[in-house]
Each structure stands twice: as structure tokens, then as C-alpha cells.
T-cell receptor, first 111, second 121 residues
Framework: LAKTTQPISMDSYEGQEVNITCSHNNIATNDYITWYQQFPSQGPRFIIQ???TKVTNEVASLFIPADRKSSTLSLPRVSLSDTAVYYCLVVPSGSARQLTFGSGTQLTVLP | DTGVSQNPRHKITKRGQNVTFRCDPISEHNRLYWYRQTLGQGPEFLTYFQNEAQLEKSRLLSDRFSAERPKGSFSTLEIQRTEQGDSAMYLC???????????????????FGPGTRLLVL
């Protein structure tokens, strides 16, 4: 499974756009890039998944360059409630059987 | 609420005691996973079930750990002779695997429960 590297922590202020970058140099052809969000004392929650270029949903956008060796999760106009740990995962297409989490990025949104 | 549920949410036990956790997955999901998460780390895979069959176990799952999923519905995770190192959050997740699909054009999405926090004194 491809290893991912992301910053340990980031701070932002309410209303700002936050971009969290993840590197996955050994990503395979059939791998998808997936982001999960986790609040304290809760299980991770799926945010977004993409294969290439750009994916957008009601929560976030995911930017993936052509070489797919990195990706950027973009959270528009964050609020205090976006304070959480964000995990970048590389997930093979089809049945992953297990997800491999790193340590994630602790995002703290300040007032 | 039709999400993944776990019980109990918290468990405090003394070293050497046995504990059992329960997970109720999303009803139509045929896959069920157990993960363990310690402070400051991401979840680590323990085991997973396809329906009632336990198909994979991590080396983290020592012989003191046993998981079952009778009838392919809810699952239990039992830890025997608990040790202080077993203190962690135990997470359950479920997903749907369309075994009839010839091609799957996305990575699997797993839906997590709130977890059971275990403290072994």
C-alpha cells in the first residue's frame, strides 16, 4: 500500500480557505486518493475521494495533479467546527479490505 | 439513525478481566471491520468480515483477541485477560461490497461507528 505523508498540524482562522497537502509518491495506477475527517471521541468520517484532476462536493474540493504523486484537500471558509484530524489515504479500487491510516493532520481553526 | 453503532461507548476494566464490545453495522453492508486507535495515531486495522466469514486478521490481533460475526449481522470483539496496553479506542466500520460487480471504479468507502473507549487499570 502506498505510504502517505502530510503535515502533522495546521492552524487557520475562521473564514479562511485551508489547503492540506498530502504526498503519495508510490501511488499505483488503480489507487484512489481518499480523505477522512475525525473529531475527538468519534470515528473517522469520509469526506472526499478522487482519482485525478479535481473533485468537489458540498464539503471540500480535492485537487490531484497529473502525476498523482500528491493531492490537496481544500476546505473553503472554515469554521470552528472544522477543527479535527484529517487523514489522507490511498485506497485501491474495488475492495480495499483494510484502510491504512497515517497520523493525519490536526487542523485547528481559531476564532 | 441508520449509521454504525457500537456499545458500550466506554469501558473501564481491571487488568486480567475479559471485555466484549458489540458493533451493529449499517444494515445492508456485508463487510465489517475492526480497528484500534491509540492517542495521537490513526486507526490500525485488526480484522474484517465478509458476511459471517472472518477473512483477514492483522498481526496486532493476538490470541487474546477474538471476533465473531454470527449470521453476518452484528459483530463482537472480545479481549481476554486484558492488559494495560490494550487501552485504546476500538472502532468498527462497515461497507458494502458488490460481489457481482465485474469492475469497480472507485476506492471502497468505509463508514465508522463512534468507537468504544477501553481503559484497562
Amino acid at each position: 500500500l502506498a505510504k502517505t505523508t502530510q503535515p502533522i498540524s495546521m492552524d487557520s482562522y475562521e473564514g479562511q480557505e485551508v489547503n492540506i497537502t498530502c504526498s503519495h509518491n508510490n501511488i499505483a495506477t488503480n489507487d484512489y486518493i481518499t480523505w477522512y475527517q475525525q473529531f475527538p471521541s468519534q470515528g473517522p468520517r469520509f469526506i472526499i475521494q478522487g482519482y485525478k484532476t479535481k473533485v468537489t462536493n458540498e464539503v471540500a474540493s480535492l485537487f490531484i495533479p497529473a502525476d498523482r504523486k500528491s493531492s490537496t484537500l481544500s476546505l473553503p471558509r472554515v469554521s470552528l467546527s472544522d477543527t479535527a484530524v484529517y487523514y489522507c489515504l490511498v485506497v485501491p479500487s474495488g475492495s480495499a479490505r483494510q484502510l491504512t491510516f497515517g497520523s493525519g493532520t490536526q487542523l485547528t481553526v481559531l476564532p | 439513525d441508520t449509521g454504525v453503532s457500537q456499545n458500550p461507548r466506554h469501558k473501564i476494566t481491571k487488568r486480567g478481566q475479559n471485555v466484549t464490545f458489540r458493533c451493529d453495522p449499517i444494515s445492508e453492508h456485508n463487510r465489517l471491520y475492526w480497528y484500534r486507535q491509540t492517542l495521537g495515531q490513526g486507526p490500525e486495522f485488526l480484522t474484517y468480515f465478509q458476511n459471517e466469514a472472518q477473512l483477514e486478521k492483522s498481526r496486532l490481533l493476538s490470541d487474546r483477541f477474538s471476533a465473531e460475526r454470527p449470521k453476518g449481522s452484528f459483530s463482537t470483539l472480545e479481549i481476554q485477560r486484558t492488559e494495560q496496553g490494550d487501552s485504546a479506542m476500538y472502532l468498527c466500520a462497515s461497507s458494502f461490497d458488490d460481489v457481482t460487480a465485474r469492475v469497480t471504479l472507485s476506492g471502497e468507502t468505509q463508514y465508522f461507528g463512534p468507537g468504544t473507549r477501553l481503559l484497562v487499570l
